[in-house]
């Protein structure tokens, strides 16, 4: 049974850097690629980035500066860190497990909040 | 980057009611686009991929249609469950991009 779960602080203060974990069962992160989406409260959903399955990565040109994801294969997680946050990162962080180019697979999402 | 416009933002419909939802993105995307059904505090389920393949469990009153830039999901019977927002979603180029989102509400 496929599953994803994030997890993550739900409070970061600006300027700082979040990290989130994806743990993922039923499948492996070096047979599937991963994808990171957010969503800020009430709006709508954006792609971040991904770790395809061979390792290699991409990411939303918005953010790449601040971005970085990897992964732990042994352990079957994928990381999100993002640095420089600011109010506007607020929102839901959510791991999805692709088939081709769109997302079969997600997790519940992790709530993250932006604020000292 | 793709630039994905959801129509309407909102709309309400009766049991039973046929329902559409359509999306144009700026480009051809050679059907490479998606829909997904969001709910309340849950994150978006995919219904549909490749423009009109159904995902295995998903209802078969959902579908979808289209080519080049014009995309359209179809209820075919409003159901209570129905109810929540969709999006679509464009695989050709990174960034990958979503539609605003269209909210559904059962009259």
């Known amino acids: 049974q496929v599953r994803l779960k994030e997890s993550g602080p739900r409070l970061v203060q600006p300027s700082q850097t979040l990290s989130v974990t994806c743990t993922v069962s039923g499948f492996s992160v070096t047979s599937y690629h991963v994808s990171w989406v957010r969503q800020p409260p009430g709006k709508g959903l954006e792609w971040v980035g991904a770790?395809?399955?061979?390792?290699?990565?991409d990411y939303n040109s918005a953010l790449k500066s601040r971005l970085s994801i990897s992964r732990d294969t042994s352990k079957n997680q994928v990381f999100l860190k993002m640095n420089s946050l600011q109010t506007e990162d607020t929102g839901t962080y959510y791991c999805?497990?692709?088939?081709?180019?769109?997302?079969?697979?997600w997790g519940p999402g992790t709530m993250v909040t932006v604020s000292s | 980057d793709i630039q994905m416009t959801q129509s309407p933002a909102s709309l309400s419909a009766s049991l039973g009611e046929t329902v559409t939802i359509q999306c144009q993105a700026s480009?051809?995307?050679?059907?490479?686009l998606a829909w997904y059904q969001q709910k309340p505090g849950k994150s978006p389920q995919l219904l549909i991929y490749g423009a009109s393949s159904l995902q295995d469990g998903v209802p078969s009153r959902f579908s979808g249609s289209g080519s080049g830039t014009q995309y359209s999901l179809k209820i075919s019977s409003m159901q209570t469950e129905d109810e929540g927002v969709y999006f679509c979603?464009?695989?050709?180029?990174?960034?990958?991009?979503f539609g605003s989102g269209t909210k559904l509400e059962i009259k």
């Open positions: 999805a497990k692709h088939s081709y180019w769109y997302f079969d697979f």
């Open positions: 770790i395809w399955k061979g390792g290699s990565t």
């Open positions: 979603q464009q695989g050709l180029k990174y960034p990958f991009t």
């Open positions: 480009e051809d995307i050679y059907s490479g």
